[in-house]
């Protein structure tokens, strides 16, 4: 395989907030029954990543791997994009008992960090979230202006958004219109 | 004259001045200024003409609820009509132009429209210029629209420079309004700890109140305001937002408030317009209270301004409207405009009050500064022209008989105050009639609700009819503390601040002065500055029959337009009452919407401007078609090339090149776009043969098949290529437009009508990149990249395979829209540019060509394959294509069957699915229509049949096309005519759809 | 701009995250059923002035379809509740008539 090239080849824009393409990330679309009732698939899915489930919106990161809450019965694995191969066939073999639909789709995305101490407001122009109310530990999917797009918080002062590949220069031409100097607001 | 005076104006620096210029004539002002203020500080009262009968006009209020002051401000590109002067800011450099006049400000030709006045009443457009009526087009209406209107439309070749940006902010309590109802208000519900935001339209904190004086909590009302801003800055779960206004309340708590964040700068650095999406679980609306002008005859000649503007001038801006200024009123209030004027050592003649006892202690407090006051008086008629020069007045009671010529230049009236009712009343709130203050405020007990059911809107101070500088304090205070208490915060129970009682003699409710003014004066007395309605013409459209409220707006034009109403709404709906012989709470108000105030389409359009005006979705190989000449198509969202061009050559050669090298070497295709879903699951087999009308049960791992999609309405939704990965696991092409559609098709039926079947979906489009290599020499350059076997043997027609080519994981589909041997190749994305360049370096010696849509539409239609959205529409069903075979007779259900089975989808008289061949071999306009003998009802032509594709087959050299013809396949060999709309026409034979390689023979090799 | 609350995620959507899916609860007519009944299914829809069940799906989020109870005179929000359910739960009909006693709709009070 040649190198694997991002939508926009690592594009970056220096703001107020400095909003960078990331390098391809690993993640590993799994659907399956998260309830109680699907607790035996639950705990396969932990073992077999060494992650932990998240909670409703949740997101957790184990050493390498996180977990991100995606739907009732959905988990997204954020992984090296390397691992995500072996790491999906290991799953899928590991779920094979359970009703489960197990597919990489590390090539599906476009992952955005923002950094910054105003990383909260350059989102909050372009999604309708309660930014001052999120934070790390969360994956939120919503809307950003006119397409569909998740958020989540590594740590306070740095946040990822990932879209879908197609519309990243979309979602790359926003940020940094958003983030743009002179356009700080002071909010939340 | 109006003119600056030598001391004082609260809201200026003048210590520094900043030059602009008005009608290319350059003056000065001081930071601080209106664009109002400084005009009339250097003597310029006269600032537009009025819409109809373009009669010269001055300000008349000093705010947003101005009607008059209309400009173009600024040049070229950011050129921008029908601004408030009152409400703009001077800065350095602005330029502005008086509008809706020719050839200038002080000398107009329309004005020839005022002495016609009398021809030219409400409704005059419905009735004066009907008949003839070809005149109308012609004459009239281009006469009308040149002397009608207001500011010069900007020039559609200019590009507006400035950025516009939307903010969503989520808060407990939301208010609206910065005087010193909406600082009391923060307070309270700031102290609290609820989550605050207070937006207020002007520059300035505090209101009217640091005008007319007083104390709060023993403070100067603006040391109070002061004090309290500071205090509401520190705390951090308040936020305090000037030059923002609240344009409008809406369902369950959304309000989006307008903020001009740059208006007042040359060049902003950032954003010139914010718009704030705000979601408040709490709205208090301390939006104050308006000032109604009194309707006499000559109340809009320049001069004549509400009581409260020419005190805000004197006071915030230090200016006077005049030297000699006649005080107009039935209240209270206006005797502290009289006051303030005295103060600031400027001539008041005379206080004209319309009660016949005058008022209370601020009448005793004017005659003993000295103003005469006569009472029971009224203004008969004003003198002059573009200036005051004389009011006439005469007995209220009277018919207009002139007492007395009082010499002026200006003329400050009050007719009482209307609560700001706009906010509360956009989502339903209701309104009740306060008569003894002759006003509609808000009823307390039908406020708009929120999603709980519970009133999410509170209006406050003087917006809730308090018009007492204490009673506004109080009633906000409680409103702060309750918004508080109800987003679940305690309030402190500290105490409202406190300030002077109302101490005032009741109003009189004026609506005509004098009372039994003659036609004459009616036909003179405005109410709605901005459009010209004047007290006849609502009272003509009472006796033409407009009785409703919203009727007699619409009919006069009273309360449109970009003022809408603020000062002419009660007024106008008393009289219209008056002329009813009804009471004015049973006429109403007209409907309040949003906005308040006009705000800017950029701010609206937010950041979906240019580049980012849509998103526009890329493949992986876009910049590759880009540098290799592609002209684009947008397809949905997509962008895929049409062509890749040449130098020299046009669009239809360079497809007629694309095809002929796809049927005679090798074509490349990006079809990333294409849909591609996953569905797996013990009961994916079933689903899959509900979803498709085809049986894809028995579809076995390792093959195709092309499937079609239905609606439950039977229409024909989607169609495309199935393979089946393993027992349990599918895989769904989807057209381009149509994956996410058909992803939410799929969940849709899992989830709310068969939740208990085990299938699991996800939409994997955007993973794959996707090549279709075409041609007699596809197989030849993918044996020459090596790794996989495409033998005829290893990878047959309708088969896939997976494995490795040249190096890359790939998934190999042997399917083909173009009738030749064809390998779809699916990539990960961040690997399929490589790939592509791969196979085209690969190709060169095969005669490798990348070829666009227009190139994949000629091939399909060369060989009768249908296209979504070309040959149907949404009231297409696959039996109308000719698509039986694609039907499963064996299955008992899918989505859409009964529908198919419904009369009118059954019937023989149906038009269904043929070619057409032209008799000249010309290429058949796109929807083109049969045509048919005689006519229907409406006197059309009938139809037979219509174009749904056609095309310039450059393997066949001659136009091809399909369509759908009533009963269309039993007519092979019938000649139709379509009608160009040059009124020529064209025949076409009915044939079979396909064109090219009716066997099959070169895609199966 | 409406706000309803999604009741897999929990996050309160604003109506730019949501797709409205029209009436909730009918019933799926199929090959077996007869004219009447088969375009009732398809084209009869309560109108109703107040209480009122609908559909909508969380687009611009978790994905999943919901219902709502909703009054169509005041916009009020009854309480959401998942798709996966021929008929509003014994508490969102609770809910409706603790504000609206008397309410009915199709056969529903």
Known sequence: MSEPAPALGGARAEGYVTVAELPPQGMIAVRGDLSEEGESLAQALADATGGELPDVRGMVQTGRVALAWMSPDEVLILCAYADAPELAGALDAALSGAHALVANVSDARAVFELSGARVREVIAKLAPVDVAAFGPGEMRRTRLAQIPAAIWMPEEGRLRLMCFRSVARYAFDLLEKAADEGAEVGWP | MSTRLATGGRLLDRSRRVSFTFDGKRLSGHPGDTLASALMGAGQLLMGRSFKYHRPRGPVA???????????????????????????????????????????????????????????????????????????????????????????????????????????????????????????AARAAGRAGARVLLIEQTPHWGGRAPVDGGEIDGQPADDWVAATVAELEAMENVTLRARTMGAGVYDHGYVLAYERAGDHLAAPAGPRHRLWRIRAERIVTATGALERPLAFAGNDVPGVMLASAVRDYVVNWAVSPGDRTVVVTNNDDAYRTALCLKAAGLDVPAVIDARPEGGGRLMDEARAAGIRVETGRGVA??????????????????????????????????????????????????????????????????????????????????????????????????????????????????????????????????????????????????????NDVKVSDVELAAREGYESVEHAKRYTTLGMATDQGKLSNINGLAVLAQALGEEIPQVGTTTFRPPYTPISMGAIAGPATGATFQPVRRTPMHDWHAAHGADWEPVGQWRRPYTYRREGESRADAVNREVKNAREALGMLDASTLGKILVKGPDAPR??????????????????????????????????????????????????????????????????????????????????????????????????????????????????????????????????????????????????????????????????????????????????????????DGTVIPQDLGLDWAISKKKDDYIGKRAQQRSHMADPERWKLVGLETLDGSVLPEAAYATAPGTNANGQRNTQGRVTSTYHSATLGRGIAMGLVHRGPERMGEVLEFPKVDGTVVKAKIVAPVFYDREGTKQDV | MLRLTCPYCGVAAEETELAPGGEAHLARVGPEGNDDAFHAYLFERENPRGVHFERWRHAMGCGKWFHAARCTVTLEVFGTYPAQTTEPPAHIRAAITAKRPGWAWRGLS
């Open chain 2, 687 to 872: 689903f899959m043969d509900m979803l498709y009308t085809n049986m894809m049960s028995t579809l076995k791992p390792g093959r195709c098949r092309y499937g079609l999609m239905c609606s439950e309405n039977g229409f024909l939704m989607d169609d495309g290529v199935v393979a089946r990965l393993d027992e349990e696991t599918f895989l769904c092409h989807t057209t381009t437009g149509g994956a996410d559609h058909v992803h939410a098709h799929m969940e849709e039926w899992l989830q709310t009508e068969w939740w208990d079947w085990k299938v699991w979906t996800l939409n994997v489009t955007e993973q794959w990149g996707q090549i279709a290599v075409v041609g007699p020499n596809a197989r030849k350059v993918l044996e020459k990249l090596g790794g996989l076997d495409v033998s005829k043997e290893a990878l047959s027609f309708m088969g896939w395979t997976e494995g490795t080519l040249a190096g890359f994981s790939v998934r190999v589909f042997r399917i083909s829209f173009s009738g030749e041997l064809s390998y779809e190749i699916a990539v990960p994305a961040n690997h399929a540019r490589a790939l592509w360049e791969a196979i085209f370096e690969a190709g060169q010696e095969f005669g490798v060509m990348p070829y666009g849509t227009e190139c994949l539409h000629v091939l399909r239609a060369e060989k009768g394959f249908i296209m979504i959205g070309d040959e149907t």
């Open chain 2, 62 to 184: 000093s705010g947003a609820e101005e009607p008059n002051a209309l400009v173009n401000l600024r040049d070229g590109d950011r050129h921008e009509p029908n601004q408030r002067a009152t409400t703009t800011e001077v800065f350095e450099g602005l330029t502005a132009t008086s509008q809706n006049h020719w050839p200038s400000l002080d000398f107009d030709v329309g004005q020839v429209n005022a002495a016609l006045a009398r021809f030219l009443p409400a409704g005059f457009y419905y009735k004066t210029f009907i008949h003839p009526r070809p005149l109308w087009k012609h004459l009239y209406e281009p006469v009308i629209r040149r002397s009608a209107g207001l500011g010069k439309a900007p020039d559609p070749e200019t590009r507006d420079p400035d950025r516009y940006e939307h903010l969503y902010a989520f808060v407990d309590v939301l208010i609206v309004g910065g005087g010193t109802a909406g600082l009391a």
């Open chain 2, 381 to 530: 008629k004003v003198k002059g022209g573009k200036r005051v020069e004389a009011v006439y007045t005469c007995p209220q009671v009277g018919e207009g008989a002139t007492v007395q010529e009082i010499k002026c230049d200006a003329v400050a009236v009050s007719g009482g105050w209307s609560p700001v009712v706009h906010l509360w009343s956009h989502t339903g709130g209701k309104l009740v009639w306060d008569a003894a203050e002759a006003f509609f405020r808000p009823d307390p007990d039908r406020a708009p609700l929120g999603d709980d059911g519970a009133a999410n809107v509170i209006a406050a101070g003087a917006a809730n009819g308090a018009l007492g500088p204490g009673e506004i304090l109080a009633d906000a205070h409680a409103a702060g503390a309750r918004a508080a208490e109800e987003t679940g915060h305690a309030p402190k129970s500290d105490a409202a601040p406190s300030g002077d009682a109302r101490d005032e003699a009741p109003l009189a409710p004026v609506w005509l002065m004098p009372q039994g003014a003659s036609v004459k004066l009616r036909q003179k007395a405005w109410l709605d500055f901005q």
